[in-house]
């Protein structure tokens, strides 16, 4: 608990020191739209290599994680997908992004509600992240605009999204599955049913950039409490002193997938990510069962 106290004091004093470097990066955009990008991602660099390094080291997070699949380049620009299990998803994506060298240079779609959070809410803003709602349509324009910025000046970035657009939770499953048996769609176990719309249209976006790839990751998550499908909560993993002898397993499964071999049009998009979804949840499965990732889920799943 003393561990958790100090980190998030030192938290705040970060926040505070983030947000006055960048006041200085909205206040050169006018005059330097590339110098602006640089000083939010030096920002956000040196900000959440504190957050990883407190969790990976000093709570030994690093020696819980086991990575497979597709390697991941240094340095290259993405777009990634992955299902969302908790707050603590942030840790595993960053701890990919930080060997990647892409640390300071992901930015992620966040919900507008974020801005409430004093300081931490202002500090994504003012970074780039893309602040949606739930409605799409009216966000388009505004993600229009930040793509924009993304493609014009060629930013190397990992453009972060979660397609289910909420935290799973037992209630939200039943609620997912309910939707897809009243659609005719496939009936998932382990994930919510993907919000497809915006992944088309960030797709069909980013292929005439600069990005040139997709990661989709899987991640599962076992505690202490259950050797099963469990997520621990973001305050309990903060407030183990060594969450990998406490017997915390946190996993990660990588596709690389070029953007050229998705569909074009926005049905077929729409459809590939429902059937990514489908895949994914008979990865989990089979990562359930066999306590590691199978090499070949697919073929094995008949997909």
């Known amino acids: 608990m003393v561990l958790l106290i ?3 004091v030192a938290l705040v004093i970060l926040i505070i020191l983030a947000d006055v470097c960048l006041l200085g990066a909205l ?4 005059f330097s739209e590339s110098v602006s990008w640089d000083i939010a991602c030096w ?5 959440w290599s504190y957050m990883q390094t407190h969790w990976e080291y000093r709570l030994n997070g690093r020696e819980a994680i086991e990575v497979m699949g597709d390697d991941i380049p240094m340095e290259e620009s993405a777009l990634v997908i992955c ?4 707050y603590s998803d942030y840790y595993l994506i960053q701890h990919l992004a930080s060997r990647a060298g892409m640390l300071g240079k992901s930015r992620y779609f966040v919900k507008r509600e974020i801005m409430r959070i004093p300081l931490f809410g202002w500090a994504f803003w003012a970074m780039g992240m893309i602040l949606v709602s739930r409605n799409w349509t009216n966000d388009q324009n505004l993600i229009e605009k930040a793509f924009g910025q993304v493609k014009e ?4 970035c990992w453009i972060v999204l979660y397609p289910e657009g909420t935290r799973r939770t037992p209630y939200k499953v039943l609620r997912s599955k309910a939707y897809a048996k009243a659609n005719d ?6 994930l919510l049913f993907p919000r497809t719309k915006g992944f088309a249209a960030t797709v069909r976006a980013l292929k005439t950039s600069h990005i040139q790839h997709l ?10 409490k259950s050797d099963q499908y469990q997520v621990p ?11 990998a002898k406490a017997g915390y397993k946190l996993r990660i499964h990588v596709r690389r997938i070029p953007l050229i071999d998705l569909p074009e049009d926005e049905e077929g998009l729409k459809q590939w990510c429902e059937d990514a979804w489908a895949r994914k949840d008979r990865l989990l499965e089979s990562m359930m069962k066999r306590e590691k990732f199978p090499k070949e889920p697919v073929e094995e799943a008949h997909l």
Request: glycine share 4%; proline share 6%; with cysteine.
């Open 6 to 8: 100090r980190h998030t």
């Open 27 to 30: 206040a050169v955009r006018p």
């Open 43 to 47: 920002t956000g660099e040196w900000f």
């Open 83 to 86: 299902n969302h299990l908790g």
């Open 153 to 156: 000046n060629e930013h190397d």
């Open 185 to 190: 769609k496939p009936e998932l176990d382990h």
């Open 215 to 224: 990661y989709d990751l899987t991640f599962l998550y076992t505690s202490p």
């Open 233 to 243: 909560s973001l305050a309990e993993q903060l407030s183990c002193d060594d969450l």
